[in-house]
């Protein structure tokens, strides 16, 4: 289905104008790549500047374009898509996209799913979160009690759910019998991975209510795969990644532990990893990576060789048990 998006260019033009960008940098997520056209145009007649869009690939608020808007020398970088994620000594306008999407007969169909669950944590990605105060509504109407979480870490706001950041869901997993995820199924998965209660997906791109258990399964059967086969590895890659925003956990720890366990450590940087990068480091038996999770976890099929996140590889280490992931989550 075609979906109607709300991308503030009103704000747009008005940071350019008053900013008296000169030159300007927009950089759209992969599902809004086709919009840049529109976007463009809309900048060209409204404003002086002249606008370039970054090719790039844009998975995440973490995943700001510094490098090439200082290459080019722009007087802004315009990150649509996500919330403000980073502070960079740059001039940053993120503009966060609402997705104008009518949902409400999913929340209907979901009061089937919900029949056993009174008490309901509600969250959702940013193109959504401003829909919350309705959907709470319906689901009072409907006799449920609902919680939005408190923004926690990397969530820029109350009820906001980002790939990489669960900690606002934990804390009232004890205090709700599910939880409601409004969005897609990449932030309900990482709910699900985090999270001891049940997770819904109100599914706007496919218009369907999804119980994410099956899939959680699926996937903590593939970590466990994953972390099996690493045992074996005698070299491992520990990848860095240089997204701005993709600092997790630090290579001189793990590498030391590892090398202590008698692998060989090869320590790498990425800014996009992928297949094709890896096979060239055919020696490598198996990786961690410390730049987004997901990465790991998402993806497992495109890879040949095992990959570990960094809350894994301190199972794999015996700093950390399987049994706590399954508690406190894989992200
Ligand atoms: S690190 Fe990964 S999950 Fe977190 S914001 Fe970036 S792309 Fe999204």
């Not at 510094?66 to 502070?87: C, M, Q, S, T, Y």
């Not at 998965?189 to 959680?216: C, H, R, T, W």
């Not at 809350?311 to 989550?329: I, P, R, T």
């Amino acid at each position: 289905m075609n979906h109607k998006f709300d991308f503030d260019l009103e704000r747009v033009v008005q940071e350019i104008t008053s900013k008296d960008a000169k030159l300007v940098l927009i950089q759209l997520p992969e599902g809004i790549k086709m919009y840049a056209e529109e976007i463009v145009s809309f900048l060209v007649k409204n404003t002086k500047a002249t606008i370039i869009v970054s090719g790039e690939s844009n998975w995440g608020g973490c995943d700001v374009a510094l490098n090439e808007a200082r290459n080019l020398n722009v007087d802004l970088l315009v990150h649509f898509g996500h919330a403000p994620f980073i502070k960079a000594d740059f001039s940053i306008l993120y503009v966060e996209v609402k997705d104008l999407t009518d949902f409400h007969v999913l929340l209907q169909q979901s009061l089937d799913s919900l029949k056993t669950f009174n008490k309901i944590g509600l969250v959702a990605s940013i193109q959504h979160l401003h829909t919350l105060p309705d959907v709470q509504l319906f689901y009072e109407k409907h006799g449920k009690t609902v919680s939005i979480p408190s923004k926690k870490g990397f969530a820029a706001y109350d009820g906001h759910v980002v790939g990489c950041e669960y900690n606002a869901l934990k804390t009232i997993d004890d205090k709700v019998d599910c939880f409601i995820v409004i969005g897609n199924n990449f932030h309900s998965l990482g709910a699900a991975l985090s999270v001891q209660k049940p997770v819904f997906l109100i599914d706007v791109y496919n218009m369907d209510v999804v119980n994410m258990e099956p899939l959680k399964q699926k996937i903590v059967k593939q970590r466990a795969m994953a972390l099996a086969k690493m045992k074996d590895a005698r070299t491992i890659g520990i990848i860095i990644g240089t997204k701005p925003g993709q600092k997790f956990g630090t290579y001189q720890i793990l590498k030391e532990r590892l090398e202590k366990l008698g692998k060989n450590v090869v320590v790498l940087t990425m800014n996009e990893v992928t297949q094709e990068k890896l096979t060239n480091f055919y020696n490598i038996q198996g990786f961690i990576e410390l730049a987004c999770p997901r990465i790991a976890i998402e993806d497992y099929g495109k890879y040949d060789k095992p990959i570990l996140t960094m809350k894994e590889a301190f199972v794999l280490l015996n700093a950390n048990s399987w049994e706590d992931l399954l508690v406190n989550g894989f992200l």
